[in-house]
């Protein structure tokens, strides 16, 4: 797994059982490896390539992944039945039919020599659907025993059950955009929330962030990096402000745009789950829990769920497709029927 956050490539080995009409999961081996800047600076620019140039890098992203998951097997001494790979997502227009994810599952395969399960996303918008988030099947069949599942990584997405059917969309930027603001010093995140917490509201800022027409918009609904690029990026670059200021006012703007999501449900007494690097952010979680007082009980797991439940759910979305199930929810992405996806490449 490879978020919008450009932290690294998450990597996870998965147990699941189906006993009693009922899933369970253990996630046994992680690693994360993180980017260098020289790579990251590559995977954030993949967006400006031609098509030759890109074609390539999805070629050699491929080989990459294959080759740093086969040293993970072989350092823990593995035996798997498949790699399940999300890819590291470089366009993603679904008004237009478009979703890409490089990292060529065919090289994968040959460079790890192990099947692989991958590109999720493109046959749901091929029926129609957003493509994403792909995450609540996960959620409802492994997580059900919370109201709500929150991810806070690059962006937020949240998903819950709604007259009887799983409902998910993407709310807001969040690691996005702190990160963003963040390299105007040349700091790659602000750890725990520390610097966003000595800052002050710009009311002007917050009012910019939150009149963005996106969050108008009705689910089904998702957001890439495009989205932030065109809409986002500016706002903050033309805002004259401190730095702190700046973080301040965004965690204001996220977790309000997250709390409204929640509110407009009108669940009372709810548990809400919370993963995803956003999780550690303990001042943004503590302007959450106070929007959210009286109404919803935040639930920060175990450190393995706050960082590699992406992982582990993709590694559950192969499963599924290993098994001919349906992995992707109308009801969240707006396809016109739930589908079983992802493609399966042999090495050779």
Same mark, same amino acid.
């Given at each position: 797994?490879?978020?919008?956050? @450009?932290?690294?490539?998450?990597?996870?080995?998965?147990?699941?059982?189906? %006993?009693?009409?009922?899933?369970?999961?253990?996630?046994?081996?992680?690693?994360?490896?993180?980017?260098?800047?020289?790579?990251?600076?590559?995977?954030?620019?993949?967006?400006?390539?031609?098509?030759?140039?890109?074609?390539?890098?999805?070629?050699?992203?491929?080989?990459? @992944?294959?080759?740093?998951?086969?040293?993970?097997?072989?350092?823990?001494?593995?035996?798997?039945?498949? %790699?399940?790979?999300?890819?590291?997502?470089?366009?993603?227009?679904?008004?237009?039919?478009?979703?890409?994810?490089?990292?060529?599952?065919?090289?994968?395969?040959?460079?790890?020599?192990?099947?692989?399960?991958?590109?999720?996303?493109?046959?749901?918008?091929?029926?129609?659907?957003?493509?994403?988030?792909?995450?609540?099947?996960?959620?409802?069949?492994?997580?059900?025993? /919370?109201?709500?599942?929150?991810?806070?990584?690059?962006?937020?997405?949240?998903?819950?059950?709604?007259?009887?059917?799983?409902?998910?969309?993407?709310?807001?930027?969040?690691?996005?955009?702190?990160?963003?603001?963040?390299?105007?010093?040349?700091?790659?995140?602000?750890?725990?929330?520390?610097?966003?917490?000595?800052?002050?509201?710009?009311?002007?800022?917050?009012?910019?962030?939150?009149?963005?027409?996106?969050?108008?918009?009705?689910?089904?609904?998702?957001?890439?990096?495009?989205?932030? @690029?065109?809409?986002? %990026?500016?706002?903050?670059?033309?805002?004259?402000?401190?730095?702190?200021?700046?973080?301040?006012?965004?965690?204001?703007?996220?977790?309000?745009?997250?709390?409204?999501?929640?509110?407009?449900?009108?669940?009372?007494?709810?548990?809400?789950?919370?993963?995803?690097?956003?999780?550690?952010?303990?001042?943004?979680?503590?302007?959450?829990?106070?929007?959210?007082?009286?109404?919803?009980?935040?639930?920060?797991?175990?450190?393995?769920?706050?960082? /590699?439940?992406?992982? @582990?759910?993709?590694?559950?979305?192969?499963?599924?497709?290993?098994?001919?199930?349906?992995?992707?929810?109308?009801?969240?992405?707006?396809?016109?029927?739930?589908?079983?996806?992802?493609?399966?490449?042999?090495?050779?």
């Amino acid at each position: 797994m490879s978020g919008t956050s @450009l932290d690294g490539l998450d990597i996870a080995y998965c147990h699941f059982q189906y %006993i009693n009409d009922s899933w369970s999961f253990s996630i046994l081996e992680t690693q994360e490896i993180p980017y260098d800047t020289e790579f990251k600076k590559r995977l954030k620019n993949a967006i400006t390539l031609d098509t030759p140039n890109l074609l390539a890098f999805h070629n050699e992203y491929g080989i990459w @992944l294959g080759k740093k998951v086969k040293e993970f097997i072989t350092t823990n001494k593995l035996d798997i039945d498949f %790699i399940s790979s999300h890819g590291h997502t470089v366009f993603h227009q679904p008004k237009i039919g478009l979703t890409y994810q490089i990292g060529s599952g065919q090289h994968l395969a040959n460079a790890s020599g192990k099947k692989v399960i991958c590109d999720f996303r493109t046959n749901d918008v091929a029926l129609g659907g957003q493509g994403a988030p792909l995450v609540p099947i996960g959620d409802s069949l492994l997580f059900h025993q /919370y109201d709500f599942c929150l991810n806070l990584g690059g962006i937020s997405n949240i998903s819950f059950d709604h007259n009887g059917k799983r409902i998910a969309y993407d709310i807001s930027p969040v690691n996005m955009l702190l990160n963003f603001i963040c390299k105007k010093i040349k700091l790659e995140y602000d750890k725990g929330g520390q610097l966003a917490k000595t800052g002050k509201l710009n009311s002007t800022l917050l009012h910019a962030l939150n009149s963005l027409t996106y969050y108008k918009q009705s689910f089904p609904k998702s957001l890439g990096y495009e989205w932030f @690029l065109e809409k986002v %990026i500016p706002i903050i670059t033309t805002t004259s402000d401190t730095v702190e200021n700046l973080l301040y006012t965004s965690v204001q703007h996220i977790t309000e745009q997250i709390a409204s999501a929640i509110k407009i449900t009108g669940k009372m007494n709810a548990s809400l789950l919370v993963s995803g690097g956003g999780a550690k952010n303990d001042f943004l979680i503590s302007m959450l829990k106070e929007k959210l007082t009286n109404q919803v009980t935040i639930v920060i797991p175990e450190k393995s769920i706050i960082e /590699y439940k992406e992982a @582990l759910i993709f590694a559950f979305l192969g499963v599924l497709r290993e098994r001919k199930e349906i992995n992707c929810l109308s009801s969240v992405t707006g396809a016109v029927k739930d589908s079983s996806s992802g493609v399966i490449y042999h090495p050779s």
